[in-house]
């Protein structure tokens, strides 16, 4: 298991250590010949889901954020195509208005535990995070966009996102 610290403002992507296998890539548009969005095109198909759903906001055990929440993302590949993750993104904002969550002087942080990075052909994979977190104002309700890139087997660049209420 890794487990590793990282702010999750800006969209910044989650730096998973090599012995993951993942690097962190942008994931704003194509990323050059081989990438695509458009999930037709290639064979890979990849349902998001989050367990809990909705996903729970606790009073946190760090002094320094207010709110605590640990869940599981799932990808479940369905096209009959493996693939290799090769970059993952967190954004967490608030419900109201979609500003980034920060606290007063640190970004929220985010702890991820992940094993290989391999999605097989008609398989899942479970990537559990705690997020540590403050709402300006007042409550915990959030919304987390999460956002994933995979190699398929066959080379191409598959990215999906999702967006996930914290009530």
């Known amino acids: 298991m890794i487990?590793?610290?990282v702010p999750t403002t800006s969209a910044r992507w989650l730096p998973i250590l090599a012995l993951a296998?993942?690097?962190?890539?942008g994931m704003t548009g194509c990323g050059g010949d081989n990438s695509v969005t458009d999930s037709s095109v290639v064979?890979?198909?990849?349902?998001?889901?989050a367990s809990p759903d909705p996903i729970i906001a606790e009073?946190?055990?760090d002094t320094d954020f207010?709110?605590?929440?640990?869940?599981?993302?799932?990808?479940t590949e369905t096209g009959g195509l493996g693939g290799t993750i090769t970059g993952i993104g967190l954004t967490l904002r608030a419900a109201s208005g979609g500003i980034e969550v920060i606290t007063d002087e640190d970004p929220s942080e985010?702890?991820?535990?992940?094993?290989?990075?391999?999605?097989?052909?008609?398989?899942?994979r479970d990537l559990t995070f705690v997020t540590f977190y403050s709402v300006p104002g007042d409550g915990?309700?959030?919304l987390l966009d999460f956002a994933v890139e995979i190699t398929d087997d066959d080379g191409f660049l598959f990215?999906?996102?999702?967006?996930f209420p914290i009530p």
């Open 43 to 49: 064979g890979m198909r990849v349902n998001l889901t």
């Open 3 to 5: 487990e590793t610290q």
């Open 59 to 61: 009073p946190s055990t």
């Open 66 to 75: 207010e709110w605590t929440a640990t869940y599981t993302i799932t990808l």
């Open 21 to 25: 296998g993942i690097t962190v890539l």
């Open 159 to 163: 990215q999906d996102g999702r967006t």
């Open 110 to 124: 985010t702890t991820l535990e992940a094993g290989d990075a391999r999605l097989e052909a008609n398989g899942t």
């Open 140 to 142: 915990s309700e959030a």
